[in-house]
């Protein structure tokens, strides 16, 4: 099935805002990156505005998709599942971060959006929490407030593992991302949840490196 011009357009706009940062790219370089004109660029969008609307739609669209893969699996893998659609985001997006001032200050809307599917998110990692603390993977808390703060770095984790190697200049790999995630909670498992992670994701984190995918 063949990709649309405006299919086309948008992917070539995510492109060089990832590389050039979204306030660095002007309509002539999205029109030469995807192959045609600017006057047919402004056939199917008329200004930068709309395409940057667009994508962030497009955008929105993904991330619902990831809130939805949530409880598909009664073990560990639930969670390790959702961290490749995680992964796959956040990189094909980095945009989204390293513009996220310039966003806020051009684009109210847009940020308004985002701040719901944090919310969500982080609702959602922190009902994940609950439910292994049932099964008795992970332990009680030690006190008030503690798996509220591990919900809090999971997500800080989990949406800024990939800027930050890119600020540092560190090669980025869903093997090490998946191990930084998992490293959050490794403390709190019990001799249970151990046992489980090391039979059911260590071996898929092992995979990924070594070029496989379980």
């Known amino acids: 099935m063949s990709v649309s011009t405006k299919q086309k357009i948008l992917d070539a706009a995510i492109r060089l805002f990832n590389e050039n940062g ?13 192959g045609i004109s600017v006057g047919n660029l402004a056939y199917h969008f008329k ?11 497009m955008l929105f669209v993904e991330f619902s998709e990831i809130l939805t893969a949530y409880l598909r699996y009664p073990d560990l893998r639930d969670m390790d ?37 944090v919310q969500k998110m982080l609702a959602q990692i922190r009902k994940r929490i609950d439910f ?28 800024f593992w990939i800027p930050q190697r890119i600020l540092r200049g560190l090669p980025i790999d869903e093997a090490s991302f998946r191990e930084a995630v998992w490293s959050q909670l490794l403390p ?4 249970k949840g151990r046992e489980e992670y090391q039979q059911l994701i260590q071996p898929s984190i092992m995979a990924i490196r070594n070029g496989e995918r379980k």
């Open 188 to 191: 709190w498992f019990t001799y």
């Open 81 to 117: 599942n959702q961290l490749e659609l995680y992964f796959a985001f956040f990189k094909k997006y980095q945009f989204y971060l390293t513009d996220l001032f310039e966003v806020e200050r051009s684009f109210p809307g847009i940020i308004a959006q985002w701040h719901q599917c």
């Open 22 to 34: 979204l306030c660095n790219v002007r309509l002539q370089q999205i029109a030469d990156e995807t």
């Open 132 to 159: 292994n603390m049932q099964r008795a993977i992970l332990a009680p808390e030690t006190h008030p407030g503690s798996y509220d703060l591990l919900a809090n770095n999971i997500w800080m984790t989990i949406t």
């Open 47 to 57: 200004n930068k505005e709309a395409i940057v609307n667009q994508a962030y739609e």
